[in-house]
């Protein structure tokens, strides 16, 4: 069985830096491309970044971009997203989720087939 579990989800203030983890079960994980999404109350889910089995990443919006950061290890079947300097706007439960096989990434969330719990990020001003 497939399973996600993320970690790292906390309180920090605007300008701190926060990594989240996301861990898959043996065996589910090493050719997928993977993804974090998040979820504000009231508002529907965003794509927020993806990175292929390779290494090739893409940051969702262009808020994002130089401030998150995706990175995996299949070894150790773990991907993580870096928030430097995150915003008010940033906070939401992260979730991350597996995609399909190979080097395509899709933004839709319908494009993932297993998505973990979440994990709450919430940033204070």
């Known amino acids: 069985q497939v399973q996600l579990v993320e970690s790292g989800g906390r309180l920090v203030q605007v300008g701190d830096s926060l990594r989240l983890s996301c861990e898959a079960s043996v065996g589910t994980f090493e050719n997928r491309v993977m993804a974090w999404f998040r979820q504000a109350p009231g508002k529907a889910r965003e794509y927020v970044a993806a990175i292929t089995k390779g290494g090739d990443s893409i940051i969702g919006s262009e808020a994002s971009q130089g401030r998150f950061s995706i990175s995996r290890d299949n070894a150790k079947n773990t991907v993580w997203l870096q928030l430097r300097g995150p915003r008010p706007e940033d906070s939401a439960v992260y979730y991350c989720?597996?995609?399909?096989?190979?080097?395509?990434?899709?933004?839709?969330?319908?494009?993932?087939?297993?998505w973990g719990q979440g994990t709450q990020v919430t940033v204070s001003s």
């Open positions: 989720a597996r995609g399909g096989p190979g080097e395509s990434v899709d933004t839709r969330s319908r494009a993932y087939d297993f």
